[in-house]
């Protein structure tokens, strides 16, 4: 008995998984509101429908998505045919092609392959094409070829890659047809999974750019960087050229022809005579570098100021390696000034030109200033400014080997100047201290950053203190609000509080690099008992930094155990609280400072907010 009934439970397991006969679906639409709907269908589909009888039949499933994608291909055609009656088609099709030039950037390929209206209009509109595009060889020569006679924009950041050799030499063969030219080499990191391309010879290219000494009518910017600057190699393909071993070398007879709208001209790390440099009337932005300078024929100063003199409209000037003489030449339009190159060059620039105080103008000069020097450098400067509301001292720098100033013309209320926040030479913007000057003020608010002996190298301490001296003696700080100091071995703090320490409106101090007994027991009074030179005077008896805000310490490292100094600097403050004012104290990416030491200083301080960036010990070991 209970066999069987372990057998009929058996059987009637298997029969609940046991195939099952599946009824017969016709897909047969009864004579409803749908079979209405149905008899407006096309007749191959309509037969396709009523045709079917087994919905599992591959046959008829195969059928069905032939007959889809035939439809889908005759509504692609309808709506190819619909778009030609859209609005924008009314169009004629110059405003058209001029529509399209607005879109190039980024859909110039697929506009052709919209409608065949579109493509007709597309190919045909020659200025659609004269930007050329250096991603496949075959696709700029087919952008050349549609170009037609239209004003040419080539611009090649690789101009030694033999891919392109064909193309770009077919393109200077059009110079009067050159608007704007960008030759430079490339810059990019290239893995060692690239196939290195041929590179061009000398000899092609420099007979490419012979072009560029016949006439060049329209051509209103010409930028040629023949160097890359110098880097790490490593990973890098060796086909890419870096250093200083194969510069370009411009043609004799370079621009000889004449460009007679030329507005903006960079020539850096080219071989090339300063008589080609043509004194066009309408250059405003002009970038000579050649460097090393050693190769260099430098012109004559009467040639140099000559050329000057023909280039009334120049806004943006930026020059390495050059010489001057004493002849005074107005450079009236002049707006950023950037020139690189020795001290003594410097001096000598700024003895033979007057140029505005609107002016922003950056320095870097190769050598340090001696006292002299100094005084001599920005007392010419001086003279060389013309009437004006002033310079505002942006950014000193000084190190072992280096000096660097930049002087930033004051703002004013209204701002027509895009790059009042960031300013650079042909579109190369430079760090900025937005920050420190409210936007819509004319305030006198200028901003300071010293750098002294950087990189742990030993720095002449007298230099630093003539350097420091200079300041005061060649500019009004009265209006100094920000002040940056980066030195890892510290500076004279007598002559740093003569010169900072009673400034009205200096109310943000940072101290960067070194230690917090570096930097800080600058902010102290000098006691008698305090080491100091008998040539600095010692500070007079007045609140020191009588306005100061805001400290901020970056990079500076507080020492492990019994070298730490979180304590040196709760005391230091301490003190300084005594005699002048601090409200905030912010701490970012100083080594060995953990969330105990901040919560050590905000018990010890508590009229002060303290910020951290939250950066541990143990990470901050590596900074």
Same mark, same amino acid.
């Given at each position: 008995?209970?066999?069987?009934?372990?057998?009929?439970?058996?059987?009637?397991?298997?029969?609940?998984?046991?195939?099952?006969?599946?009824?017969?679906?016709?897909?047969?639409?009864?004579?409803?509101?749908?079979?209405?709907?149905?008899?407006?269908?096309?007749?191959?589909?309509?037969?396709?429908?009523?045709?079917?009888?087994?919905?599992?039949?591959?046959?008829?499933?195969?059928?069905?998505?032939?007959?889809?994608?035939?439809?889908?291909?005759?509504?692609?055609?309808?709506?190819?045919?619909?778009?030609?009656?859209?609005?924008?088609?009314?169009?004629?099709?110059?405003?058209?092609?001029?529509?399209?030039?607005?879109?190039?950037?980024?859909?110039?390929?697929?506009?052709?392959?919209?409608?065949?209206?579109?493509?007709?209009?597309?190919?045909?509109?020659?200025?659609?094409?004269? @930007? #050329?595009?250096?991603?496949?060889?075959?696709?700029?020569?087919?952008?050349? +070829? *549609?170009?037609?006679? =239209? &004003?040419?924009? $080539?611009?090649?950041?690789?101009?030694?890659?033999?891919?392109?050799?064909?193309?770009?030499?077919?393109?200077?063969?059009?110079?009067? @047809? #050159?608007?704007?030219?960008?030759?430079?080499?490339?810059?990019?990191?290239? +893995? *060692?999974?690239?196939? =290195? &391309?041929?590179? $061009?010879?000398?000899?092609?290219?420099?007979?490419?750019?012979?072009?560029?000494?016949?006439?060049?009518?329209?051509?209103?910017?010409?930028?040629?960087?023949?160097?890359?600057?110098?880097?790490?190699?490593?990973?890098?393909?060796?086909?890419?050229?870096?250093?200083?071993?194969?510069?370009?070398?411009?043609?004799?007879?370079?621009?000889?022809?004449?460009?007679?709208?030329?507005?903006?001209?960079?020539?850096?790390?080219?071989?090339?005579?300063?008589?080609?440099?043509?004194?066009?009337?309408?250059?405003?932005?002009?970038?000579?570098?050649?460097?090393?300078?050693?190769?260099?024929?430098?012109?004559?100063?009467?040639?140099?100021?000559?050329?000057?003199?023909?280039?009334?409209?120049?806004?943006?000037?930026?020059?390495?390696?050059?010489?001057?003489?004493?002849?005074?030449?107005?450079?009236?339009?002049?707006?950023?000034?950037?020139?690189?190159?020795?001290?003594?060059?410097?001096?000598?620039?700024?003895?033979?030109?007057?140029?505005?105080?609107?002016?922003?103008?950056?320095?870097?000069?190769?050598?340090?200033?001696?006292?002299?020097?100094?005084?001599?450098?920005?007392?010419?400067?001086?003279?060389?400014?013309?009437?004006?509301?002033?310079?505002?001292?942006?950014?000193?720098?000084?190190?072992?080997?280096?000096?660097?100033?930049?002087?930033?013309?004051?703002?004013?209320?209204?701002?027509?100047?895009?790059?009042?926040?960031?300013?650079?030479?042909?579109?190369?913007?430079?760090?900025?201290?937005?920050?420190?000057?409210?936007?819509?003020?004319?305030?006198?608010?200028?901003?300071?950053?010293?750098?002294?002996?950087?990189?742990?190298?030993?720095?002449?301490?007298?230099?630093?203190?003539?350097?420091?001296?200079?300041?005061?003696?060649?500019?009004?700080?009265?209006?100094?609000?920000?002040?940056?100091?980066?030195?890892?071995?510290?500076?004279?703090?007598?002559?740093?509080?003569?010169?900072?320490?009673?400034?009205?409106?200096?109310?943000?101090?940072?101290?960067?690099?070194?230690?917090?007994?570096?930097?800080?027991?600058?902010?102290?009074?000098?006691?008698?008992?305090?080491?100091?030179?008998?040539?600095?005077?010692?500070?007079?008896?007045?609140?020191?930094?009588?306005?100061?805000?805001?400290?901020?310490?970056?990079?500076?490292?507080?020492?492990?155990?019994?070298?730490?100094?979180?304590?040196?600097?709760?005391?230091?403050?301490?003190?300084?609280?005594?005699?002048?004012?601090?409200?905030?104290?912010?701490?970012?990416?100083?080594?060995?400072?953990?969330?105990?030491?901040?919560?050590?200083?905000?018990?010890?301080?508590?009229?002060?907010?303290?910020?951290?960036?939250?950066?541990?010990?143990?990470?901050?070991?590596?900074?």
């Amino acid at each position: 008995m209970f066999m069987n009934s372990w057998e009929e439970s058996q059987e009637s397991h298997s029969s609940s998984f046991a195939p099952q006969p599946q009824p017969s679906v016709a897909l047969r639409v009864p004579a409803t509101e749908e079979g209405t709907k149905r008899s407006t269908y096309s007749l191959a589909t309509k037969a396709l429908l009523d045709g079917i009888g087994d919905a599992t039949n591959p046959r008829y499933a195969e059928q069905l998505k032939q007959r889809v994608r035939a439809l889908e291909r005759e509504i692609i055609a309808l709506k190819n045919g619909q778009n030609m009656f859209s609005s924008i088609n009314h169009l004629p099709p110059e405003i058209l092609g001029m529509i399209f030039e607005l879109c190039i950037n980024s859909v110039r390929k697929s506009i052709t392959t919209i409608c065949r209206h579109w493509r007709e209009v597309a190919i045909n509109h020659s200025p659609l094409w004269s @930007r #050329l595009s250096f991603c496949a060889p075959n696709y700029a020569a087919m952008m050349l +070829t *549609r170009s037609k006679g =239209a &004003p040419l924009y $080539v611009e090649y950041n690789d101009m030694r890659d033999g891919h392109f050799t064909k193309v770009l030499c077919r393109a200077l063969d059009h110079p009067h @047809r #050159l608007w704007v030219l960008s030759l430079s080499r490339s810059d990019e990191k290239k +893995t *060692r999974r690239l196939k =290195a &391309p041929p590179l $061009v010879p000398n000899s092609i290219l420099g007979a490419a750019l012979s072009k560029l000494s016949e006439p060049l009518p329209l051509l209103v910017t010409l930028k040629i960087v023949g160097i890359t600057r110098p880097r790490d190699r490593s990973g890098l393909i060796d086909w890419v050229p870096t250093g200083l071993d194969d510069r370009e070398k411009l043609p004799v007879d370079f621009l000889t022809g004449g460009a007679s709208k030329l507005r903006r001209l960079t020539l850096e790390g080219c071989l090339f005579r300063w008589s080609n440099v043509p004194p066009s009337s309408r250059l405003t932005h002009l970038r000579l570098s050649v460097s090393p300078a050693a190769e260099y024929e430098r012109p004559a100063a009467d040639d140099f100021f000559r050329s000057l003199t023909q280039m009334p409209l120049l806004e943006d000037m930026y020059l390495a390696a050059l010489h001057t003489g004493a002849s005074p030449v107005d450079l009236s339009n002049i707006a950023y000034l950037h020139l690189d190159d020795s001290v003594a060059a410097v001096i000598s620039f700024f003895g033979g030109v007057r140029v505005q105080k609107r002016s922003n103008i950056k320095l870097d000069c190769g050598d340090v200033p001696n006292d002299e020097e100094m005084g001599q450098l920005l007392g010419n400067m001086t003279q060389s400014w013309r009437d004006g509301p002033g310079l505002a001292v942006r950014s000193l720098r000084i190190d072992e080997d280096h000096f660097r100033i930049e002087l930033l013309r004051e703002r004013e209320e209204r701002s027509d100047d895009t790059r009042d926040a960031g300013w650079g030479t042909q579109g190369r913007v430079y760090d900025s201290y937005a920050d420190d000057t409210p936007s819509g003020t004319c305030s006198r608010l200028w901003s300071i950053n010293i750098f002294v002996g950087l990189d742990g190298e030993e720095t002449d301490g007298n230099q630093i203190d003539a350097f420091t001296q200079s300041l005061s003696t060649h500019f009004d700080l009265a209006h100094l609000k920000s002040l940056q100091v980066e030195s890892h071995r510290g500076y004279s703090r007598s002559l740093f509080q003569s010169t900072f320490g009673h400034l009205p409106s200096l109310t943000t101090i940072t101290f960067v690099r070194g230690s917090p007994r570096t930097h800080v027991f600058g902010l102290l009074p000098i006691h008698a008992t305090d080491e100091q030179p008998e040539s600095i005077p010692p500070a007079r008896p007045a609140i020191l930094f009588p306005v100061l805000n805001s400290l901020l310490l970056e990079t500076l490292g507080f020492g492990k155990g019994t070298h730490c100094e979180v304590g040196v600097l709760i005391q230091m403050l301490q003190q300084r609280l005594e005699v002048g004012p601090l409200l905030e104290l912010e701490i970012n990416a100083c080594c060995h400072i953990g969330a105990k030491d901040v919560a050590r200083i905000k018990a010890a301080l508590p009229g002060v907010t303290v910020e951290w960036d939250f950066i541990h010990e143990s990470d901050s070991e590596y900074l």
